[in-house]
């Protein structure tokens, strides 16, 4: 994983868009502090999306509105 200031990464950010495109990572740095990291995007995290939706669907599945249907609701919003 490589360095770069943010004043080289402003003037150089289409090459290092390229570089993360290969794969690497780069770390942003403002006075030398790390600030930013570019990395690839990748199928791992298209998979979490998927795993977090899915968790989601099975958790409402347990949550109700009381005695108050989703149509009611929909109507009361309309009026």
Do not use: C, N
């Amino acid at each position: 994983m490589s360095s770069i200031g943010a004043f080289e990464a402003k003037t150089h950010f289409s090459a290092l868009l390229e570089r993360v495109a290969q794969g690497e990572e780069i770390i942003i740095t403002r006075h030398g502090s790390p600030v930013a990291k570019l990395v690839p995007v990748s199928k791992a995290s298209k998979k979490r999306i998927g795993d977090a939706v899915a968790r989601l669907k099975e958790f409402s599945k347990s949550q109700t509105l009381g005695s108050v249907s989703l149509r009611e609701l929909r109507e009361e919003g309309r009026r």
